[in-house]
């Protein structure tokens, strides 16, 4: 007795068909139970009035069929035949049922209210012999509150059924975007590494090659030190970048790390590269392992974008900081050679008289002459991941062209007491 009412036009499923059948059933043989009861009672009743009783109740109880698609309507019309017809009283209690278990409790209230003045009409007009109207008021208000409440029962579990499916659902999809969410970041995690590092071992490879193809002629001995660097580099850009992909196998932190002392050969190894490089620092003890790592990578970033973009520049590498007081990172260069006036690239734009330019020191004597950078380098796109990185660690980035037409990249970090 507690089947689903679907929409008007929905298809009966076989366990609708089975409720259905068993409610028009128990509306039936209450009828004829209360039929027999009359007859007991009044052996030779009004025949106009019992068979108007009879009607009703085939007719209410062949209603019932229609009680999924109008079951309130269904009730009201039940509970009004009520006043009068006793037979019609079992499918009345069946379309009460419907509405407790398919409508808003207010609607149930409503028609149970109905039903009780339906009750009360019956006590009144059609009292027993032997039985006062209080007596058969109580006794419909038993039956009426009984399938009600039952009703109201089925539905306030139905509707928490549902509130735990959708609960359940809402958490699932909730779990789905958290982990979509933290593959996002991973990736995002991987492709910042294999920006930094990459990026600076590609950008010493690009070095020594572009002098190579503009000096062909170069003394062996100074392309057989070339090539050795170039192999170097690329070897050590292999397992940089078996370093990052372990990111997909294991947690970020069992990962190997560049700390603030990392720096110093970082620009050692750019200098052998050929470039022109001033470093210093002043730094009282040793910076946590964060902010080191976060600072290396503003340094290589500087570094590339130079390299890249603005060859043949001065750089300059500043280091200075001490506990509670903060780390600043910066890094400046000059205006490429050829192009006066033009802002270089420390922090990743190109200026658009920036002509080609070549390492200088060691290996432009090595190779004759100016080389070439990145073919195709444009505007750097490290710059908001670095950004991104710092913001992360607690600190700022602050980067652009500086007074002497060079440009200046420059960040501070939080270096805790």
């Known amino acids: 007795m507690n089947g689903s009412a679907p929409a008007a036009g929905a298809?009966?499923?076989l366990r609708d068909w089975v409720v259905d059948f068993l409610l028009f059933l128990l509306a039936v043989v209450f009828g004829l139970v209360m039929s027999e009861m009359r007859l007991e009672v009044y052996p030779r009743p009004e025949k106009w009035l019992f068979h108007l009783d009879q009607v009703a109740g085939a007719l209410g109880c062949a209603a019932l069929w229609?009680?999924?698609?109008?079951?309130?309507?269904?009730?009201?019309?039940?509970?009004v035949l009520s006043t009068f017809s006793e037979t019609v009283g079992g499918a009345m209690?069946?379309?009460?049922?419907?509405?407790?278990?398919?409508?808003?409790?207010?609607?149930?209230?409503?028609?149970?209210?109905?039903?009780?003045?339906?009750?009360?009409?019956?006590?009144?007009?059609?009292?027993?012999?032997?039985?006062?109207?209080?007596l058969v008021f109580l006794l419909g208000l038993s039956f009426q509150g009984a399938v009600a409440g039952w009703g109201l029962f089925v539905h306030h579990r139905r509707r928490l059924a549902a509130s735990l499916r959708d609960r359940a659902a809402r958490a699932e999809t909730?779990?789905?975007?958290?982990?979509?969410?933290?593959q996002?970041?991973?990736?995002?995690?991987?492709?910042?590494?294999?920006?930094?590092?990459?990026?600076?071992?590609?950008?010493?490879?690009?070095?020594?090659?572009?002098?190579?193809e503009y000096n062909p002629g170069a003394p062996p001995e100074d392309v057989a030190r070339a090539a050795k660097v170039i192999r170097e580099s690329a070897h050590q850009a292999l397992q940089d970048l078996r370093e990052v992909i372990g990111v997909l196998r294991a947690p970020v932190g069992e990962l190997p790390q560049p700390a603030l002392a990392d720096v110093r050969e970082l620009v050692a190894e750019s200098s052998r590269a050929g470039m022109e490089v001033t470093f210093g620092e002043d730094l009282a003890g040793t910076a946590p392992d964060l902010t080191g790592r976060t600072a290396y990578r503003v340094v290589q970033e500087a570094l590339t974008n130079a390299r890249k973009h603005a060859p043949g520049a001065r750089v300059t590498?500043?280091?200075?900081?001490?506990?509670?007081?903060?780390?600043?990172?910066e890094v400046r260069n000059t205006a490429p050679p050829g192009a006066p006036g033009a802002a270089p690239d420390a922090s990743g734009s190109v200026p658009a008289s920036a002509g080609?330019?070549?390492?200088?020191?060691?290996?432009?004597?090595a190779y004759g002459g100016p080389g070439s950078s990145v073919p195709g380098a444009g505007p750097g796109q490290g710059l908001a991941g670095l950004t991104e990185r710092v913001a992360l660690a607690g600190g700022r980035l602050e980067h652009g062209p500086d007074a002497a037409g060079g440009r200046r990249l420059a960040a501070w970090l939080p270096w805790p007491p």
């Open 11 to 13: 298809r009966r499923s």
């Open 66 to 79: 229609l009680r999924r698609r109008r079951p309130v309507g269904l009730a009201v019309a039940l509970t």
């Open 93 to 134: 209690l069946a379309a009460l049922f419907t509405v407790a278990v398919h409508r808003p409790p207010r609607t149930t209230s409503a028609v149970f209210s109905l039903s009780l003045v339906a009750a009360l009409g019956f006590a009144v007009l059609r009292p027993e012999p032997e039985d006062p109207p209080l």
């Open 174 to 182: 909730e779990a789905a975007l958290r982990a979509e969410q933290a």
């Open 184 to 212: 996002h970041r991973v990736r995002e995690a991987i492709a910042r590494e294999i920006h930094d590092v990459l990026g600076h071992r590609l950008s010493l490879l690009s070095v020594h090659a572009g002098a190579l």
């Open 317 to 329: 590498v500043r280091l200075a900081g001490a506990p509670g007081a903060g780390l600043t990172v």
């Open 356 to 365: 080609p330019a070549g390492p200088t020191g060691p290996a432009a004597a």
